[in-house]
């Protein structure tokens, strides 16, 4: 008799507690109680590591690299130290899936070799630990994402991003959790369970790439690589106080990875970074450029890293930009902490020489709306055959069991319908027309910028809230119209949830009914601890800029939060 | 009471013919008889141009752009010489739609006075008349597109390659034909009627850039704008014998162009130049990215002009190509004088020191197929959309009436079929699997090429046929495969149809229905004078690789040819 998919789901949930080294598992004393809601400071506290390699483990991307490139650090000693962290974070957030150690370990001493032998690096990102979202297929792995069906089927070989991060020199070493179907905001399946936000684990880590953004807060991992279709790389950064690249559609090689709705090719799913440091964001897709991978991928756009973008000649050089400030997007009210962080990063830039001008979003609705039809266009099919072969069921909400609210029944961000393929045709020609309009919107802001540019970029909140409490990130709104209109945008931290500073303020009338639930689920003590981050917005394929503008306007948080 | 389909057709006639210059029409003596087959001679001849009106309009973009530059030649006398020889390609092939010359005198005008003012010229253009294929809107105009629906609709404002081209510096003075619903292979519509070629009236002019081909093969225009979906610009270069560029995906603006199935996005239809030079392609290319269409295109690649993928950096300077020649895709066997075209352009490459390999065609057909599936997804919906407000009937066959053959209910290369999105997703994910094989067979050349690298480019028919005879234009299998691929593919002429040298061979096994039309349509008189071009073809966003290549070709075969 076939296994069922409970059964299924134990065995790999068991194999996984299996590839854990023993020594590497907490007792019980070492582990906080439950009720420690920041566990941000167990990787250090715990014991597991030695103190060097808290320092390594604490060690931006950019520095570590030099330290390895210089054989200071070999790549041995730093994925050791990564490996180790990486499984504390699991024991306290449990954010990871595939943990293959031994791999890792036999790769780092392969590296140190080379350069010990050559005095050369492998590539960019020699030694380098790199975390991956449950979808990047890696030769002999399953790939379960999310799905039971995905159990016992090993991958017969690397997909592209794969093989370019280890052409780059990268150390393979963990894969990360996701929510079944991909399309949740926040992380849970039935093979792995739950993965909580390592700064309040009673909040959402995000979704879909929510083990990524547990992981990558806790330090265990320098640099994550998850994937983004309406925030899926965003959303985890701003619910755990990351900085996070959503690319435009197709720099980032996707070839071979595993995903949902494959085929729907409309809005496609991104590959990019989340990383505790900007400069490891852009060291990734520096690196990732930089090994042509359309020579290997036929969707992935033949254009190299832009330098000159990214140095932002055609933004004035970076000196007086002027930036368009979307406070609200009309539809669900931020929250108070959210319009506090937006307000921080104004004053910043400000005071950096900068300007910012209120920015009227434009048809937000309907193109969320849009996405949405778009995604649901196949009435669900996909998802069905995705689950047929366990018989696993779909997810219908992400609340923890025994809490009361309103479920969904299929996933929030997805209107599934039936439509025929002439109606997606109207759906494609819409979204065509919106694009323009916006571009058309983007390009008159020019009468009042006075740099004789449009903006040159936007800032948006990432959600109308900070990470919510779990099954209560409901909407995708602010970060899906970015991905509708292909904008490359970069979640940038800025401070977080502060009981004191951060009140709750009186009902506005509300819009409509999740216009309501945003409000109401507010409390500066059940948010406390929370991140807090932006967006910063380009236009379709300004990835470079959008790199060099949030470094501006990170450096000018930080100068800022310092006086 | 409103006016009927066939009124408004003739209506529309009408208006056209009023809006040739009466001193332009020739009288019958000066018009070649109906029997005379070739009429490439007959501009010159007639006696409408004067002689330096007929050394201008035999002048190349290269030499026209430099000679207008320098002041040599007005722009307002090169236009008037190109709209001369417009209305007399007109006369001779019907390949015209709206002609506005006053418009383009006005135009030229203020280009001259501008020149002698600054000094400078507006932009690369300057002065140079471009025809544009009649879908790019131009404000205050019809946009019929071939269908009366089009009809006194006049388009409120310029598409951007109208506003592109103008900004560099060009002079728009007339339109030209296309097929009813774009989709066919030669032009016909109820409004204009056929457009037939210049090198042998009783031959196609191909479609669905139909009268472009005709109209710059008669030195009408020196460089006309068309659009390939499936081979809509190379099919007429190839029947007319001229240049001509299928740019990859979103290189070229279509922002505000009309267009049949809106929201088809699978495998879009893109904007490229047809040309008697190969110059004038690259010309045209140089001057439309340098306008950074992405700024005003939300759907335009942020790519500029990549001078050294032109340069052949990627493919050793270009010094020792290796070509994959695919003689026959399998399908449908290509008649002698292709083969023949083929064969001497192996022997050119050879003789100037390159090499070349045989190549398998792989999954073609299938890649046609997907094409055709995708396109009539809709199950002709949007046709039916398109011709609804006047009852207008769908066109069925481009057979010329009381000639006898099968008919075809729908357009050839359309197979439609109620399909869901679901079923769409499925195409499309089979799609990008084809693009991957493709590509990797594509890189497994490697082994054979002995230069180090895979192939620098295909070269192939552009179908299996010459310019046919009308209504036989039946299959665009040889072109639709690299649309599917999307590969940047230009067409180069080659030679011509000699009865001498091109014999019909004994009939082979034959392979399907469509084969044995192929085979059984061939007679060296049939097909006298008709040109022989070759297809050469890059891999995906190598546009500029494509057309520093084709220059190799070209070079080649003409030294071969001279010898």
């Known amino acids: 008799?076939?296994?069922?998919?409970?059964?299924?789901?134990?065995?790999?949930?068991?194999?996984?507690?299996?590839?854990?080294?023993?020594?590497?598992?907490?007792?019980?004393?070492?582990?906080?109680?439950?009720?420690?809601?920041?566990?941000?400071?167990?990787?250090?506290?715990?014991?597991?590591?030695?103190?060097?390699?808290?320092?390594?483990?604490?060690?931006?991307?950019?520095p570590l690299l030099k330290k390895m490139a210089a054989a200071e650090w070999s790549a041995s000693d730093v994925t050791l130290a990564f490996c180790k962290r990486a499984i504390v974070a699991q024991q306290l957030t449990n954010c990871l899936t595939e943990i293959f150690i031994d791999r890792a370990v036999a790769r780092a001493k392969e590296l140190d070799e080379y350069l010990a032998k050559t005095g050369q690096v492998v590539g960019p990102l020699h030694g380098l630990p790199i975390s991956l979202k449950d979808q990047f297929s890696i030769k002999g792995l399953d790939t379960v994402m999310g799905y039971t069906t995905g159990i016992g089927k090993p991958a017969e070989k690397n997909c592209t991003l794969v093989d370019v991060l280890l052409a780059a020199g990268a150390v393979l070493y963990v894969r990360t959790n996701v929510p079944q179907t991909l399309m949740w905001p926040e992380t849970f399946n039935y093979i792995y369970g739950r993965t909580t936000n390592p700064h309040n684990r009673d909040l959402a880590s995000g979704g879909s790439s929510g083990g990524e953004g547990s992981l990558v807060a806790l330090k265990g991992s320098p640099l994550g690589v998850g994937t983004d279709i309406g925030g899926s790389i965003r959303i985890p950064s701003a619910c755990c106080g990351l900085y996070g690249l959503r690319p435009s559609f197709h720099r980032v090689t996707y070839r071979g990875a595993k995903n949902s709705m494959l085929g729907q090719d409309t809005i496609p799913s991104v590959a990019g970074p989340l990383c505790n440091s900007l400069e490891g964001v852009t060291v990734f897709m520096r690196a990732v450029l930089g090994q042509k991978p359309w020579l290997q991928d036929p969707l992935a756009m033949r254009k190299s890293w832009d330098e000159e973008a990214y140095q932002l000649v055609e933004h004035g050089g970076g000196k007086k930009l002027c930036f368009g400030f979307m406070w609200d997007d009309g539809d669900y009210k931020p929250l108070p902490p959210i319009t506090r962080a937006m307000k921080l990063v104004k004053e910043a830039l400000i005071a950096a020489g900068h300007s910012v001008i209120d920015w009227e979003p434009l048809h937000h609705k309907e193109l969320v709306d849009l996405a949405s039809n778009i995604w649901g266009s196949d009435n669900g099919q996909d998802f069905r055959a995705s689950l047929a072969a366990t018989g696993e069921p779909l997810i219908k909400t992400m609340i923890p069991e025994g809490v009361e609210i309103v479920a969904h029944d299929v996933p929030p961000i997805i209107q599934s319908k039936d439509t025929d393929a002439y109606g997606?045709?109207?759906?494609?020609?819409?979204?065509?027309?919106?694009?323009?309009?916006?571009?058309?919107?983007?390009?008159?802001?020019?009468?009042?910028?006075?740099?004789?540019?449009?903006?040159?970029?936007?800032?948006?909140?990432?959600?109308?809230?900070?990470?919510?409490?779990?099954?209560?990130?409901?909407?995708?709104?602010?970060?899906?119209?970015?991905?509708?209109?292909?904008?490359?945008?970069?979640?940038?931290?800025?401070?977080?949830?502060?009981?004191?500073?951060?009140?709750?303020?009186?009902?506005?009338?509300?819009?409509?009914?999740?216009?309501?639930?945003?409000?109401?689920?507010?409390?500066?003590?059940?948010?406390?601890?929370?991140?807090?981050?932006?967006?910063?917005?380009?236009?379709?394929?300004?990835?470079?800029?959008?790199?060099?503008?949030?470094?501006?306007?990170?450096?000018?948080?930080?100068?800022?939060?310092?006086?």
């Open 1 to 62: 008799m076939s296994a069922t998919w409970k059964e299924l789901a134990a065995a790999k949930k068991a194999e996984q507690q299996a590839s854990i080294p023993s020594a590497w598992l907490l007792s019980a004393d070492k582990l906080p109680p439950a009720e420690q809601k920041d566990v941000t400071g167990v990787p250090e506290s715990c014991g597991l590591l030695s103190a060097r390699e808290v320092e390594i483990t604490n060690t931006d991307v950019g």
């Open 424 to 563: 997606l045709w109207q759906l494609h020609k819409r979204k065509t027309e919106l694009r323009e309009f916006y571009l058309d919107h983007w390009n008159a802001s020019v009468a009042k910028t006075g740099t004789g540019r449009p903006v040159d970029a936007l800032i948006s909140p990432a959600a109308p809230y900070p990470a919510p409490p779990h099954g209560m990130y409901r909407l995708a709104s602010y970060t899906t119209v970015f991905n509708v209109l292909d904008y490359p945008t970069c979640v940038v931290p800025v401070t977080r949830v502060h009981p004191a500073l951060d009140a709750k303020i009186p009902a506005h009338e509300f819009r409509n009914i999740e216009d309501k639930i945003v409000y109401e689920m507010y409390s500066p003590e059940v948010f406390a601890n929370a991140p807090l981050c932006v967006q910063v917005v380009g236009r379709t394929q300004e990835d470079e800029a959008v790199l060099g503008i949030s470094e501006i306007v990170d450096a000018a948080v930080k100068a800022y939060s310092k006086n």
